[in-house]
């Protein structure tokens, strides 16, 4: 098993420049979400989804786009680079369901900077 | 709302010495609680996690938590510090086990 892959695992785009960072698991999860990590603000989330054709917004959404059309791949686009979307970014999958505590899985994350 | 507070931004001690790495909740129904560990340049792994069938919670590396509610905390243990033990760790709370929120991280630093 790879677990959890993402690519590309650097990025650098000029603000207002458009890109999607790929997010892959083969583990057959139904949950997948992103994660944008900040120095001394912890992991916030962005986008989420249960299962394929499921999405829905996370804690800090805004400028990002996110859809599920496979149960193992979950992309997330932004839409227009701001130099606050310089950030290291994981996507994270796990087995999904409700009140179970269940591991969730994080790939080796893409540090993106945005100039 | 639910949120985590890791007491100390960093912490340092020496190798064989106790690790004490705070975490304080606040949730409005019965948590999921979650110890995870961040290696320089990679992804979170788990550490151990809460489920509510025991308050002592055993993980890997030797780390232990205890859950308190009267506390409102979950902190994170390990009677020998040992150099592979430097990291970033984060505590994180669930209401239903999916969403995860994450505390801010505590460095953990292992001096020889």
């Known amino acids: 098993n790879a677990g959890v892959t993402q690519t590309p695992k650097f990025q650098v785009l000029k603000t207002g420049q458009s890109m999607t960072l790929q997010c892959a698991q083969d583990?057959?999860?139904?949950?997948m979400s992103w994660y944008r990590q900040d120095p001394g603000m912890g992991l916030r989330l962005i986008h989420y989804?249960?299962?394929?054709?499921?999405?829905d917004q996370g804690e800090v959404p805004n400028g990002y786009n996110v859809s599920r059309s496979t149960t193992e791949d979950f992309p997330l686009r932004l839409l227009s680079a701001a130099p606050s979307q310089t950030s290291v970014y994981f996507c994270?999958?796990?087995?999904?369901?409700?009140?179970?505590?269940?591991?969730?899985?994080f790939g080796p994350g893409t540090r993106l900077t945005v100039t | 709302a639910q949120s985590v507070t890791q007491l100390g931004s960093h912490v340092s001690v020496s190798e064989g010495a106790l690790v004490l790495l705070r975490c304080n909740y606040s949730?409005?129904?019965?948590?999921?609680l979650f110890w995870y560990v961040q290696y320089p340049n990679q992804g979170l792994q788990l550490l151990l996690k809460y489920t509510s069938a025991a308050t002592l919670v055993k993980g890997i590396n030797g780390f232990e938590a205890e859950f308190k509610k009267s506390e409102t905390s979950f902190h994170l243990t390990k009677p020998s510090a040992h150099m592979s033990d430097a990291a970033e760790y984060f505590c994180?709370?669930?209401?239903?086990?999916?969403?995860?929120?994450f505390g801010a991280g505590t460095i953990l630093r292992v001096k020889s």
């Open positions: 949730s409005s129904v019965p948590p999921y």
């Open positions: 989804s249960v299962g394929a054709g499921i999405t």
């Open positions: 583990m057959n999860h139904e949950y």
């Open positions: 994270a999958s796990g087995p999904g369901g409700v009140f179970e505590a269940y591991e969730q899985y």
């Open positions: 994180a709370v669930s209401e239903n086990g999916n969403k995860l929120v």
